[in-house]
């Protein structure tokens, strides 16, 4: 067993069993904290696909930043009515057989995955082409992404803005 | 591990954010439930990256990350407009656009 196996076999139960936390759990701000572990989880699964960049903007922007945006959410909220938020969940049984046969649905395609698809073989670091791509070709694109990111963040404002 | 092992992973993240998409009464564990099916189709994207050697998977993922935190910030934001307005975050109470 190689280190990469073995390490795809660990954090694969991580990130398995904090989801399956995020969505059962009934006390929101755990859930919360579960998500931030499926979400370091799935930074450690770009580790383990040679992407280290994907780790790091994995960690600081998800894990991070969305983080302390869903904290701020709920302790907003509950500062508004003053109690706790506990959530309860409705239509388990409904819920578990679509996403069951989501499930199927997607693994009737993974069947025809070719088993032995080798990996591409690694071309040095793939951060510096990476960072090409972003201001070469994608450069227009990238400007769009901050233009979206500076509107969807004055929207928010706006939204959350305090009465006058 | 082989592409498919990968993609059964991110195949059941994306089943389980379903599941609670479908099952969570409030507004928030909905949202948490939408990002956990981002963070699967991220897994895909940089999968199928890694196993064909195209870089265009990684800066497609660097997209979809930046997009879902203005979505995050967004949702959250109508959350709170939500809970000032009807002082409550369960979806199911949330008919005003009801006909």
Known sequence: MTLETAGF??????????????????????AVLYLAAALVATGVVFLL???????????????????AIVVFAIMLTERLVGERITQT?????????VAAGVFIGIAGFLIRVPRSL?????????TPALGRALVGP???????????????????LYFARADE | MSLTAYLTLAALVFAIGLFGVLTRRNAIGILLGIELMFNAVNINLV????????????????????ITVAEVAVGL???IVIFRVRRTVEADRLDLLRG
């Open chain 1, 118 to 126: 080798p990996r591409a073989p690694l071309v040095g670091d793939a």
């Open chain 2, 47 to 66: 999968a199928f990256a890694r196993f064909h050697g195209d870089l265009l998977g990684l800066v497609f993922t660097l997209f979809t990350i930046a």
């Open chain 1, 9 to 30: 076999w660990v954090v694969a139960v991580v990130l398995l069993a904090s989801s399956l936390a995020v969505v059962l759990t009934p006390n929101l701000f755990h």
């Open chain 1, 89 to 97: 969940s409705r239509h388990l049984v409904n819920g578990g057989v």
């Open chain 1, 49 to 67: 696909l040679d992407s280290p960049f994907l780790f790091a903007v994995q960690l600081l922007l998800y894990a991070v930043g969305v983080m």
């Open chain 1, 138 to 156: 994608f450069a227009l694109t990238l400007e769009l992404l901050g233009v979206l990111l500076v509107v969807a963040l004055l929207g928010a």
């Open chain 2, 77 to 79: 934001a109508i959350v």
